[in-house]
């Protein structure tokens, strides 16, 4: 198979054992316990949540085009951005890395054959579409129009359809449950000989830490959605004032929840950008254990600084002196990975292959996402821009420029593992590049005129505005456009790509020692458990257009050949 002497040849899957081509027809997927499977099921699910979260953006940034009436009225305008926000946190981000990417390859980086508990995993995707279910009748009974955090006492007062919509949500967070717990048990219990825990790839390190938020933060979500179920219901007074309950008590239990969710968000998409890093640098990562570490630290700050979201909601000035300080520290463990992956890239032989281009999109739009947190954190500067412009650019920043880009990087990285095929390279970096400028074009603009003062969550607004509206419609329409090229050239890949190698990137993981796609039970030799940074003993093969483990000693040659 390869002309070179001193390398192994690579593992091949026979088609006919591949999981994909295991068992066939619909019944076999749905009922299935192979967690690549599940994963692609998740995967396919969540990008159609995606579709349909982009639909209502798109919506929203026509409307805002131009002020007064666009395309609608002000009260159809606040259900299209409730259910962008709605669908897009719990259908999509929350759920994205950890419970598509992860889940299929969590077990190949462990040399397992599957989660600790494969029928819990196919119960957390079942609740995931009864949820989503749930969530689109929502739709059809009367579109929500409280905003995705359903702060009261509107939503106990509003006559749309909010609990269909609250108790998807509540169903939702069942799903992330079981999926975090199920992390936590096969990361402790099916590593294989001689991989301790500092020789665990660093992506299931964030798995691991955003699993332990999922067990622990999302029961607070589920009691509050319930109790706000209960009190629209019921008539309890609980969080409705008229009835003897607090609005704001409804706040600090959302948000004790909803801050450390958006580390559940961003830690997985961290962990995907700390193995496409040293893989595209050829470099081993730098700072391994203070990554380790900062990932466990991120996970257990982010439950400690919820009541910054609440700087103007009357608490006490030393609880706000409080929450800014606490807020404050979480830029460390965050800046370190920064820093690590900077550091990693330092004189490594850098290789722009499309993962690499989304990776490192992710570290610049980071960058500005966190920064400007700074600006939210700090007390005399967020009095000026809570509720502005500048708020829905910095999360939009975190949020999108963050995580779902790390999450298209994964997507890219681990897509000929998936689907055993190629895509084309020059496709993805045009479509890199469009969403790259396309959300710069979107987002940035909305922090200079939020910082002026616009309003958020506004149906109209004053022409001064207008510009700065009419730039990020333009650019969310760039945006769109470079979601539909990928979109196109993933699809064509799959039909006309051609076959992947075991190993087309040289990444030194265990997922790259199986075939692609893998093998309905993963391995078919148990796989040697190493450094999983090491890339010495990996050798490009110009005809497979992949590497090869060296049979001997030496380096492997330089990345930027082959598919």
């Not at 004189?347 to 966190?370: C, D, E, N, V, W």
Request: one cysteine or more; a neutral charge; charged letters at 10%.
């Amino acid at each position: 198979m390869s002309n070179m002497s001193n390398t192994i040849a690579e593992p091949v899957t026979d088609p006919r054992d591949s999981y994909i081509a295991h068992r066939s027809g619909f019944l076999s997927w749905i009922t299935t316990l192979d967690h690549k499977r599940i994963g692609v099921m998740y995967l396919i699910s969540i990008l159609v949540a995606f579709l349909l979260g982009g639909i209502f953006a798109m919506l929203v940034r026509t409307e805002l085009i131009a002020p007064g009436r666009t395309i609608t009225d002000a009260d159809t305008y606040n259900q299209w951005f409730t259910l962008h926000g709605a669908v897009m946190i719990f259908l999509v981000i929350i759920p994205g890395i950890p419970a598509a990417l992860g889940n299929f390859v969590l077990p190949l980086m462990l040399g397992a054959k599957d989660v600790a508990f494969p029928r819990l995993n196919l119960v957390s995707y079942y609740l995931y579409v009864i949820g989503a279910l749930f969530a689109l009748l929502s739709i059809v009974l009367g579109s929500v129009d409280t905003g995705w955090t359903f702060y009261t006492p509107y939503s106990t007062e509003t006559n749309t359809a909010v609990v269909p919509i609250v108790l998807g949500a509540f169903i939702l967070g069942f799903s992330s449950i079981f999926t975090g717990l199920n992390f936590i048990v096969t990361i402790h219990k099916l590593r294989p000989p001689g991989m301790t825990w500092f020789k665990l790839p660093l992506f299931l390190w964030a798995l691991y830490a955003t699993a332990i938020i999922q067990v622990l933060a999302t029961p607070v979500l589920g009691i509050t959605l319930l109790l706000l179920i209960i009190e629209r219901t019921l008539g309890v007074g609980i969080f409705n004032p008229d009835l003897g309950g607090d609005p704001v008590l409804f706040q600090h239990f959302f948000w004790f929840y909803s801050h450390p969710a958006v580390y559940i968000m961003i830690l997985p998409a961290m962990g995907v950008i700390t193995e496409v890093v040293p893989v595209f640098s050829r470099k081993h990562i730098f700072g391994y254990k203070f990554i380790a570490f900062s990932s466990v630290a991120i996970a257990v700050l982010g439950f400690l600084v919820w009541g910054h979201h609440m700087y103007t909601s009357g608490q006490s000035g030393i609880a706000n002196m409080i929450f800014s300080a606490l807020t404050f520290s979480v830029s460390i463990p965050s800046a370190i990975k920064v820093f690590n992956w900077l550091a990693t890239m330092w004189k490594g032989s850098i290789s722009l292959r499309t993962p690499m281009l989304y990776a490192l999109s992710f570290i610049f739009l980071f960058g500005i996402g966190g920064l400007t947190g700074l600006f939210l954190g700090a007390l005399a500067t967020d009095i000026h821009l809570h509720d502005t412009y500048f708020v829905v650019a910095h999360f939009h920043y975190v949020m999108m420029g963050s995580a779902m880009i790390a999450f298209f990087a994964g997507l890219h990285y681990w897509w000929p593992k998936i689907t055993g095929r190629m895509y084309s390279e020059k496709w993805g970096a045009i479509g890199a590049m469009l969403v790259f400028v396309g959300f710069n074009a979107t987002f940035f603009v909305q922090f200079i005129m939020g910082a002026k003062g616009m309003p958020r969550r506004y149906y109209d607004y004053l022409p001064e505005y207008y510009v700065y509206h009419l730039i990020s419609s333009i650019g969310s329409y760039i945006l769109a456009i470079g979601f539909v090229v990928m979109a196109v050239y993933l699809v064509h890949s799959l039909f006309r790509g051609r076959r992947a190698p075991a190993n087309p990137w040289g990444g030194a993981t265990m997922e790259w020692q199986c075939g692609s796609p893998p093998p309905y039970y993963n391995f078919h030799e148990p796989p040697a458990a190493g450094d999983p940074y090491d890339y010495h003993g990996l050798a490009y093969d110009p005809q497979l257009g992949g590497y090869v483990a060296r049979g001997g000693s030496g380096s492997p040659q330089p990345a930027g050949e082959g598919s």
